[in-house]
């Protein structure tokens, strides 16, 4: 195993990079870096050099010139058992370099952003970065590259007992992971520029793409999936946001399945402006309310079923205070994801050890992906947001003010519960839930038998038509006095003569909300 004695340093993520090079340093390596790297560096008391000063030329334009040179990756692609290679670099005054320590421009951080220009997006495609990880990776014999922060301390481990040398195992698995991480930024650059028109503005793009490119990197093992006998692992893509991308504050170690609720939850609790609290049990809400706190909006909530709401997980979309925590904190509840928890509701949670507090950074869901056999469907995410003119007043009656703002609360969390879904509320409160029945009508009968509230002047959301009668019927029989549904049945019209008769209003909004 031949010594590192030089490393080039050059990454974007700075974080472990301090003491990475402090250690690489004490081992006696020169470092060579470049631009924001070397000025860390000096700044933190290492000695370093400049790239210019290896390569004899100064960094240009902007810095898109500052590692394609020969005195790079000369430096990096000989061969050092060939004596022609050697002979080459030694007539050129080229060094050695046995270690590339570089991570990439955040290309899927800028393209996330939210009206991103086209020109930022392109100055955030790194040449230099992957040609110098790609160089290093072909000749892993004699180069280490490092691409990841989470490397280095085992790294230094291995140079430290080993006399400042990596093995050809070390350098073969670091290569592995470099071409894969080359692989990945390419992809994501791919899969970008196909959403970019010719006004070189960035759009939707229509329809989906020929080739569909994933990449993500894998956040954890999990203990197991859905079942003790699955095995399973979390995947995040390097957006920075959502579920996957959570900071997790307290509590024992996530499941397959508090992650799925926890999207569930935190998917309905974003549906709202104002202070909302959502439970969930097995991907539904077994209570769901607004309110004008985020603790009264909690105690509402979970006056819907609160025995199905043991053993819950939550969704806020408000930071969780003191007072909202210490109502959470008096039933026993498996995670709690919101925006940020303050000291005080930390305080307040600080003795349920086990109950995981998990911070969500905000970013929207484009894509839906699910699994099939010998492939994968694709679908957008189901963002569709009632407008006024959506709404059609079908029946001879139409809703009253109190009952219109109480049937569009309902579509907002109807829209969440696992299809053939009904749902009864009133002032911003789920009352019962009925979900994911076979038959509608069975739907109807079980929202009703799971109400532990008063029924009686609730209003009824469905997540697509009525293709009998006999649903509505079942509804009136509640005391629930309107309903909201898509329409579109060739039964409308029975439908609606229905709800004349037994005096009900509905609306028809044109849109259906399945969710299997």
């Known amino acids: 195993m031949s010594k590192i004695q030089r490393a ?25 870096s470049t631009g924001g790297t070397a000025k860390l560096l000096r700044e933190s008391g290492i000695a370093v050099k400049d790239i210019s000063e290896l390569t004899g030329f100064p960094e240009m334009l902007d810095g898109r010139v500052k590692t394609l040179h020969p005195k790079v990756h000369g430096g990096i692609l000989h061969r050092r058992e060939d004596s022609g290679h050697r002979a080459a670099v030694a007539e050129h005054g080229i ?43 072909k000749n892993f014999q004699d180069v280490a590259v490092v691409t990841s922060p989470a490397d280095y301390g085992a790294i230094a481990e291995e140079m430290a007992r080993s006399g400042n040398s990596l093995s050809r195992e070390t350098k073969w698995r670091l290569a592995q992971k470099a071409f894969a991480t080359t ?49 399973a692992a979390m995947y995040a893509d390097a957006s920075g946001a959502g579920v996957a991308n959570a900071h997790q504050v307290q509590g024992k170690e996530l499941s397959y399945n508090n992650i799925v609720d926890l999207q569930a939850a935190w998917d309905l609790a974003r549906e709202f402006d104002e202070p909302v609290c959502a439970i969930i049990k097995h991907t539904n809400p077994c209570g769901t309310a607004t309110g004008k706190t985020l ?62 507090l998990v911070e969500v950074p905000a970013g929207e869901q484009n894509w839906v992906l699910k699994n099939i056999s010998g492939g994968m469907l694709v679908q957008d995410s189901d963002r569709h947001k009632l407008s006024e003119g959506d709404l ?35 002032d911003g409160q789920a009352v019962g839930v009925g979900a994911g029945q076979m038959s509608r009508v069975d739907s109807c009968k079980l929202g009703a038998m799971k109400a532990q509230l008063p029924l ?47 005096g009900l209003a509905m609306i028809f909004t044109g849109v259906r909300h399945f969710r299997h």
């Open 95 to 137: 060094p050695a370099i046995d270690m590339v320590v570089v991570n990439l421009y955040a290309f899927e951080k800028t393209a996330a952003k939210p009206g991103v220009h086209f020109e930022e997006l392109i100055e955030n495609i790194d040449i230099g970065g992957p040609s110098m990880i790609r160089s290093a990776a």
């Open 392 to 426: 059609k007043i079908v029946t001879k009656r139409p809703p009253t003010a109190e009952e219109k703002r109480a049937l569009l609360f309902a579509w907002k969390v109807c829209k969440h519960v696992k299809s053939n879904a009904i749902l009864y509320a009133r």
């Open 456 to 502: 009686k002047g609730t209003v009824a959301a469905s997540d697509a038509f009525f293709p009998f009668p006999d649903g509505v019927e079942e509804i009136a029989k509640t005391g629930a006095t309107a309903i909201i549904q898509p329409g579109g049945s060739v039964r409308d019209q029975e439908v609606i003569e229905a709800a004349d008769r037994l």
């Open 183 to 231: 692989a990945a930024y390419d992809s994501a650059i791919a899969s970008t520029l196909e959403r970019v028109g010719g006004d070189f503005a960035l759009h939707t793009a229509e329809g989906f793409p020929q080739i569909l490119r994933l990449s993500f990197q894998k956040k954890m093992d999990l203990r197991y999936g859905e079942n003790p006998h699955q095995k």
């Open 295 to 356: 603790a009264e909006a909690y105690v509402r909530a979970l006056e819907c079923d609160p025995v199905s709401a043991f053993g819950g997980v939550i969704g806020v979309n408000r930071t969780v205070d003191a007072a909202a925590a210490n109502e959470m904190a008096k039933l026993f509840l498996e995670v709690i994801a919101a925006p940020a928890f303050d000291e005080g509701a930390k305080a307040a949670f600080a003795s349920k050890k086990n109950l995981r």
């Open 8 to 32: 080039i340093l050059s990454v974007t993520d700075k974080s472990g990079l301090v003491d990475f090079a402090h250690k690489l340093a004490a081992f006696g390596v020169e470092l060579v």
